[in-house]
């Protein structure tokens, strides 16, 4: 079995709601957004310490050069892209 960031069931419901952020409703969104921030922090910033910004299906580090898409980080394990 292959560690993931998910601790709790509250983590595995997040999860899941991750891939579908774009279709929730704005104040879902807010709390959707926090978990991610909060369990992106545990996973670590971007290989070149920014942080990760919200865009539309994941997200980039603030330098540009690293993307980390939904399906990523619903997956907890920490992998990103790089562009």
Aim: hydrophobic residues 40%; aromatic residues 10%.
């Amino acid at each position: 079995s292959i560690n993931t960031a998910f601790a709790s069931a509250h983590d595995i419901t997040m999860a899941t709601r991750q891939t579908e952020y774009e279709l929730l409703a704005p104040k879902e969104q807010k709390k959707q957004e926090e978990w991610a921030q909060k369990k992106m922090a545990e996973l670590g910033q971007c290989p070149a310490n920014f942080k990760w910004i919200r865009v539309p299906g994941g997200y980039n580090c603030d330098a540009g050069n690293h993307w980390m898409t939904d399906a990523l980080v619903a997956e907890g394990k920490g992998g990103f892209l790089v562009l």
